[in-house]
């Protein structure tokens, strides 16, 4: 009986034994897991700290697809902890920024839409995609009701942005060309003022000035916009640079690109209300006029943009998009998208 009870006893202490150091195991290895994950923290710390202090002129357009990202990373201090001061300009449409790239004035900038025939042809390079628009729209006063009604009538858009290209898509869509119609060209701001005066029949823009109109037209009708056109076209936002500032200074790009996708990841987390103030503080433009603007894309998170584009999704967007350029007579020549698109900057920034 003794001898049960000793062998039992035993046992008891062996399994006590084994327990406690299978705990302290568990303990040991938790806590190596979290002071691995310290010292990464802290590397990518010191990372940040150690990098040179840099400041990039940005151009952007006064609208919430524009500004939805980098005035977040500005906000949370994305760029303050990657060593970038973002000093921003504003200006009215792409090709105007693209320009003011090419001057030397601006470093980085954002392009709707039509301002991406100019990247095809070799004046900017694209090192990352914003978002998929929905904010272009051609709208109707009180006498056009339907696309076929803007036969013969007078119609404000903005040469060489998206304004053009959808109304060239609807007029396509209603059997109609450029020449069937009194096209008015005017910078994308006096636009709204046209339509609210009379002075034209119908409009094709961009948002905020598409939900304005609509919102403060008499009698102004939706004609169509990009979801009207899903099955064929795609409507493209990105950030661009100059192929000169490219090659010259891809640290610089690579670490905004870091900062920005931060930003995207916080604004498209369902922090619209937040985002939307970031931006009306920027615009000027009253709160609720912002707030609007936020069904008005598909607001891509950092992640989906650095999966995309090392899974091939991001190359097939802009392959759509030259294909719709190339098909509507706005690029002459096919370009192999990566020879404009700078996908390695997007995966790596996504690491």
């Known amino acids: 009986m003794k001898k049960r009870i000793l062998a039992l006893a035993l046992a008891c202490v062996m399994a006590l034994s084994l327990a406690a150091c299978g705990s302290k195991k568990e303990e040991t290895k938790a806590a190596e897991t979290t002071a691995a994950e310290t010292t990464a923290e802290e590397t990518k710390a010191e990372e940040a700290a150690s990098e040179e202090p840099i400041t990039l ?12 990202a980098v005035t977040t990373a500005m906000e949370k201090g994305y760029f303050e902890e990657a060593g970038i001061t973002v000093n921003l300009t504003a200006f009215q449409d792409g090709p105007t920024i693209i320009s003011a790239m090419e ?9 709707g839409q039509g301002a991406h025939k100019l990247c095809i042809q070799g004046n900017a390079k694209i090192f990352a995609l914003s978002h998929i628009s929905n904010g272009d729209a051609v709208i109707g006063g009180p006498n056009v009701k339907t696309l076929e009604d803007l036969a013969g009538k007078k119609v404000a858009y903005s040469s060489g942005t998206s304004s053009e290209d959808i109304l060239k898509k ?13 096209a008015v060209e005017m910078e994308a701001a006096n636009i ?9 029949d119908a409009c ?3 948002s905020p000035n598409s939900l304005k109109i609509l ?18 076209t795609i409507s493209l936002a990105s950030w661009i640079v100059t192929p000169k500032y490219a090659e010259e200074n891809a640290d610089k790009i690579l670490r905004f690109t870091k900062a920005l996708y931060k930003g995207m990841d916080y604004a498209a987390d369902g922090n619209y209300e937040e985002v939307a103030q970031f931006v009306a503080n920027v615009t000027k433009t009253d709160y609720d006029s912002v707030y609007s603007e936020c069904g008005v894309a598909d607001w891509l998170t950092g992640k989906e943009v650095a999966e995309g584009a090392a899974d091939g999704t991001v190359a097939g967007y ?4 030259q294909d719709n350029f190339l098909a509507a007579g706005a690029v002459e020549e ?5 020879d404009y698109v700078m996908l390695d900057n997007m995966i790596e920034a996504g690491k």
Do not use: H, R
């Open 204 to 206: 094709a823009t961009w």
């Open 318 to 321: 802009y392959k759509v998009q």
């Open 192 to 200: 709204v003022t046209a339509m609210l005066s009379g002075g034209v």
């Open 334 to 338: 096919e370009v192999p998208v990566e």
């Open 57 to 68: 002129n940005v151009a952007y357009m006064p609208n919430y697809g524009s500004l939805w």
């Open 170 to 182: 609807a007029l396509e869509k209603a059997g109609l060309t450029m020449d069937d119609i009194e």
């Open 103 to 111: 001057s030397g004035s601006i470093d980085i900038g954002y392009i």
């Open 215 to 232: 919102e403060e037209a008499k009698d102004s009708t939706l004609l169509c916009d990009n979801k009207t056109f899903i099955d064929d």
